[in-house]
């Protein structure tokens, strides 16, 4: 199994910074996308950024140009530098990977996710 842990979320002022770390742990063969998707309330799931194995990176127009997202390969972590928030970005964020397994079959797995705040 696998699991994904989240930390870094809270509570921050409009125009102000977080990081959000996401750890993957288990037995798997390779990842070979790691992301982050985040739900306000009373909207839909929406795709932050990603990463594959090789540093493809895709971001949402949202958020282009104040998140960065990076990964160590060799320590099975993504990280989420979120720059000039604002409250918006008042959301869960959950951290998102698909995962190569022993088999190699291929599964998507999540983080219990962890909440930001942006007050104004």
Do not use: H
Request: proline share 2%; hydrophobic share 30%; net charge positive.
């Amino acid at each position: 199994q696998v699991q994904l842990v989240e930390s870094g979320g809270g509570l921050v002022q409009s125009g102000g910074s977080l990081r959000l770390s996401c750890a993957a742990s288990g037995t798997f063969f390779s990842i070979y996308v790691m992301g982050w998707y985040r739900q306000a309330p009373g909207k839909q799931r929406e795709l932050v950024a990603r990463i594959s194995s090789s540093g493809t990176i895709d971001y949402a127009d949202s958020v282009k140009g104040r998140f960065t997202i990076s990964r160590d390969n060799a320590k099975n972590t993504v990280s989420l530098q979120m720059n000039s928030l604002n409250p918006d970005d008042t959301a869960v964020y959950c951290c998102w990977g698909t995962f190569v397994s022993t088999t190699r079959s291929v599964n998507d797995y999540w983080g219990q996710g962890t909440q930001v705040t942006v007050s104004s």
